[in-house]
């Protein structure tokens, strides 16, 4: 007989794929999906022919080993303040009162966790494009890409659960590690800066990226942990210095032993440990399901000034999003848009001459990636809003007018400083401002859409495939719009202003229209599968 | 009055209410009993708007998802329904706000009566699963309803609550109140129910009033339908 986590891991397995199978609408999603990566495929070939010469592959290095320091980061603070999530509550529930060995136990769901960051990493491949475009990266060496990505989310969540079951009961070691981690980014971050700073004249950015990649490609400073190593054996790949491969590969392999030993050796059960994480995020599973909203409410939670204060019937529910979003700390902007911020602003300084379109442009696709529907997908698990006797247009509007707030202040701080950075008119920055958040409602509006349709589906895959496939058909108007603007030579005030105009008007209406069609969302649960 | 006129509900193949006709008068309990998986929670979310379905469900005339309907019914889902970030008393100032009802102190005093007074101050998520359903009882009446459909309204609740939550139904019995109440705790209602409707297989198989007679008890009804049923299934 299998023993029990085989038999647990096999099933599980088996009978997800059973689901797909069963699912006619599941094994369309997943034959678009496969056909949508062979067009990027090709669409990359295509732009490599275009590009004569290829962008240095060391600089590639430097940007993964920024990615995952920041990802490592991210996950590890999450899962380091709530307790890792590694394990769901069926496994407190059913294992851990078992007579299986605890470290059996533990490494079931570090396998477990392994699959699952693999799995998140999936969408590294929609990268494929541009990455083969510039650098020359072909399907093989994306994989890799992709399994250093899940690796970075694995260790980050293994290191977090190893330093929490030592330190939960002692706030004051609690504070030494996340000092740490924060201090050690920090040493790497000076360090960086005090390399490339005495190169810069003050006048070309541009020079600043030999430099930083320079630094950055330094075996010393990819002994930086997990993601110096794991930027470091990607970097042995394609330079075929198999010597860095072993190295840093020996590194990895070695923190994770020792983290293994460290919980196994631990006087302390850590089955007490994870149960209020598991506890958390099996809340976090059943609030928001597939939903977007990435909020896991932590500990401790400052409750500040009471009461919403203001707001009658439908609008009661946007101030009391507001709210939450005071409790949560995601007051204005999330630590995702945060980060896309600074990139954008960063970039301006690199990319002077291209003008604030260019830098419009690569916001609005980052922007994708961060917009969320907030409290909205949260609001849909619980039956209030299905109750409050309002028009359904109404409630749709208030619920998603939170995430429109935090779009306009996210505008103005990326748009007023990339302007006054690249030099440009007063009228243009407006109109970015304004097109940003056209966007911002116009991925809103997909993100509708999705829950209306698609409500149901479990698969994250699946669920960004989707977004991305409906935010693609409902921004095309804008797009021609724009184009066909631009191509007529018609000017307003500034050379952008009638185009970015154009623009905002098309997603405007595009967005109430599909809001509109999709109103009947809030009329019954049934209609998002909740 | 709560009107339900040949309501059928189908998940893909599987019926889970088929043909459902009942009403529930003005100042009247009535009970579902059935086994688990009978189709009491679908109706429940049929009634209340969360599901569709064919047939009529009426609430004081009005179709069910109509907004005048919304205003006067109220739900108490069987899971507990609170917001993480929200305290006590921020729920209750919600709900206030979002059916535009002014404070005259009546949340206030569902606080005090399910002894959550004292947690004003908390939020949803610091409450036990107990708290949190008393907290979801007083936010489906903040409102004052005129039709109440509870889900298993009594688990989790300590026995003060639960004799609370009994006097509030007799109350809002004799305030004219519709209210319709899906439980297994057969024995917590045997002493206040006007009308019981006992469901299998997505179907009511029985509907008896009370006469107030001393007859049969309702526990003793619901055994004697439920396995004659089962065994006529056999």
């Known amino acids: 007989m299998k023993g029990a986590l085989t038999y647990l891991t096999v099933t599980k397995l088996k009978n997800q794929l059973k689901a797909i199978l069963k699912s006619p609408a599941h094994l369309i999603y997943g034959i678009i999906l496969i056909g949508l990566l062979v067009v990027m495929a090709f669409s990359g070939n295509e732009m490599q022919q275009d590009i004569s010469e290829l962008r240095s592959r060391q600089e590639l290095i430097f940007i993964i080993m920024g990615f995952f320091t920041i990802m490592f980061v991210m996950v590890f603070m999450q899962a380091y303040q709530n307790g890792s999530s590694m394990f769901t509550l069926s496994d407190v529930n059913l294992l851990f009162p078992s007579p299986i060995r605890s470290t059996k136990v533990l490494f079931y769901g570090l396998f477990r966790q392994l699959g699952t960051s693999i799995v998140l990493g999936v969408f590294l491949l929609f990268q494929y494009s541009w990455l083969n475009g510039l650098y020359g990266i072909h399907y093989v060496e994306l994989v890799l890409i992709i399994l250093g990505y899940a690796m970075t989310i694995f260790m980050a969540q293994f290191t977090a659960m190893t330093l929490f079951v030592y330190t939960s009961n002692d706030e004051k070691a609690q504070k030494i590690v996340r000092f740490s981690v924060y201090g050690l980014v920090l040493v790497l971050l000076l360090s960086a800066i005090a390399s490339i700073l005495p190169s810069f004249d003050g006048k070309d950015f541009m020079q600043l990226l030999p430099k930083a990649t320079e630094f950055f490609t330094n075996p010393i400073v990819l002994a930086f942990p997990v993601s110096g190593w794991i930027a470091g054996i990607f970097l042995g790949i394609v330079t075929d210095n198999y010597l860095f491969v072993v190295l840093y590969a020996l590194l990895l392999i070695l923190f994770a032993v020792l983290l293994a030993v460290l919980i196994i050796r631990s006087k302390r059960n850590f089955y007490e440990d994870v149960i209020q994480a598991a506890e958390t995020s099996q809340s976090a599973i059943n609030a928001k399901k597939e939903g977007q909203v990435g909020e896991v409410v932590g500990k401790n939670v400052k409750v500040g000034k009471v009461g919403l204060g203001k707001g009658r019937g439908s609008s009661a529910i946007f101030y009391k999003h507001m709210l939450e979003n005071r409790r949560s700390g995601l007051f204005l902007i999330s630590n995702m848009s945060l980060i896309f911020v600074v990139c954008s602003v960063a970039a301006s300084f690199f990319m002077k001459d291209a003008g604030i379109i260019a830098i419009f442009s690569m916001a609005t696709y980052m922007q994708i990636f961060s917009v969320m529907l907030g409290r909205f997908t949260r609001e849909l698990s619980k039956p209030f809003i299905y109750l409050i006797p309002e028009p359904p247009l109404k409630k749709l509007l208030y619920s998603i007018a939170e995430s429109m707030v935090t779009s306009l202040f996210e505008a103005l701080i990326i748009f007023i400083p990339v302007g006054l950075i690249v030099g440009a008119d007063a009228p243009d920055i407006i109109c970015c401002v304004i097109a940003r958040m056209s966007f911002a409602l116009l991925f809103t509006a997909a993100n509708i859409v999705l829950e209306r349709v698609f409500g149901g589906v479990r698969s994250k895959a699946l669920v960004m495939f989707f977004f991305f496939l409906v935010t693609i058909l409902i921004a095309i108007p804008g797009i021609v719009g724009a184009a066909l603007v631009g191509v007529s030579g018609i000017t307003l005030l500034s050379e952008y202003t009638l185009i970015l105009l154009t623009m905002s008007a098309a997603n405007l209406l595009i967005s109430l229209l599909v809001l509109y069609l999709c109103r009947n969302l809030l009329q019954y649960a049934e209609l998002n599968n909740k | ?234």
């Open chain 2, 1 to 234: 009055m709560l009107r339900i006129e040949g309501v059928t509900k189908k998940y893909g193949k599987l019926i889970a209410n088929d043909d459902i006709s009942f009403q529930v008068d003005d100042g009247q309990i009535a009970i579902l009993l059935g086994p688990n998986g009978a189709g009491k929670s679908t109706i429940i979310k049929c009634i209340v708007g969360l599901l569709r379905f064919q047939g009529l469900i009426a609430i004081n005339g009005a179709p069910n998802t109509s907004e005048q309907a919304k205003r006067d019914i109220a739900y108490i889902p069987e899971a507990p329904a609170v917001y993480d970030l929200l305290t006590v008393s921020e729920h209750l100032e919600f709900i206030r706000r979002a059916y535009r009802m002014e404070d005259d102190g009546y949340s206030d005093r569902l606080l005090e009566r399910f002894e959550m007074d004292d947690k004003k101050g908390k939020l949803g998520k610091e409450l036990s699963k107990g708290m949190q359903q008393k907290l979801s009882i007083c936010c489906a009446l903040a409102h004052k309803p005129k039709i109440a459909v509870f889900d298993e309204p009594l688990v989790g609740l300590d026995p003060h609550a639960i004799k609370e939550l009994k006097t509030v139904f007799r109350e809002l019995k004799n305030e004219g109140t519709s209210l319709l109440i899906s439980t297994h705790m057969i024995d917590s209602v045997e002493d206040y129910w006007d009308v019981v409707n006992i469901m299998m297989n997505g179907r009511f198989v029985a509907t008896k009033q009370n006469r107030m007679d001393g007859g049969q008890s309702l526990e003793d009804l619901f055994f004697s339908i439920t396995e004659r049923g089962k065994e006529a299934a056999q």
